[in-house]
């Protein structure tokens, strides 16, 4: 993982595909005294995702690459972080797969949230299987990124009780704050603060 030289902060890029949320709590993270890091990049496959704005408010440099071409938008990606220096990703609710060879040239510094406690409900719809397998409980998993999806070593959890009653939304709304204080808890974790 990065390291902190000086007073410098790691340049981190967050990646995105929605409501960038944890984007919006990861910015407000890195402008605290005790941030490790600086939000320097915004990456979104998608147009549309309203956590864009989050770029024009904070002033934070923002690209949309469309994935029609996997490879070739991975490759301008790549690009992107090298001229913006970049030595730390967060991948915050974004929906591609990212490949091998580009996690190859980010080794160990690749993070990502996902509302499950992993290794249970991999992939979408967590919280509605988690309901649906009358789970006592749920919660949110900071691991890093590996080749297979939502896989990689676990570094921080949270746990979330499931109410009774407890529907989707209920549960991702719980679960989404808990999200939001795990992340930096693990970003620190990561760099040994
Ligand atoms: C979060 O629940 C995150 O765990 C998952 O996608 C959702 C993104 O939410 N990977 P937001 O865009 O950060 O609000």
Redesign the pocket.
């Known amino acids: 993982m990065a390291t902190l030289t000086g007073s410098k902060k790691i340049k981190t890029a967050v990646f ?1 595909s ?6 919006k709590n990861l910015i407000k993270f890195s402008k605290t005294k005790k941030s490790p890091i600086s939000i320097d990049l915004i990456i979104s496959n998608n147009f549309k995702a309203k ?1 864009l704005v989050f770029g024009k408010m904070f002033k934070i440099k923002k690209k949309v690459f469309n994935f029609q071409n996997k490879f070739i938008s991975e490759k301008s990606i790549l690009l992107e972080l090298k001229n913006n220096k970049i030595d730390l990703i967060c991948l ?2 974004f929906m591609k797969i990212i490949s091998k060879n580009f996690i190859k040239n980010f080794k160990g510094k690749i993070l990502n ?3 499950s406690l992993l290794p249970k409900y991999k992939g979408l719809n967590t919280h509605q299987r988690a309901i649906e397998n009358n789970e006592k409980f749920s919660g ?1 998993t900071v691991h890093y990124v590996s080749a297979k999806l939502d896989s990689g070593k676990i570094i921080l959890q949270k746990k979330v009780k499931i109410k009774q009653n407890e529907n989707k939304k209920s549960l991702e709304k719980r679960i ?1 704050a808990q ?1 939001h204080k795990l992340y930096p808890k693990a970003i620190l974790k990561v760099l040994n603060l």
């Open positions: 995105i929605g409501k960038g949320s944890n984007l956590g915050a609710g949230i996902h509302p949110c989404l999200e």
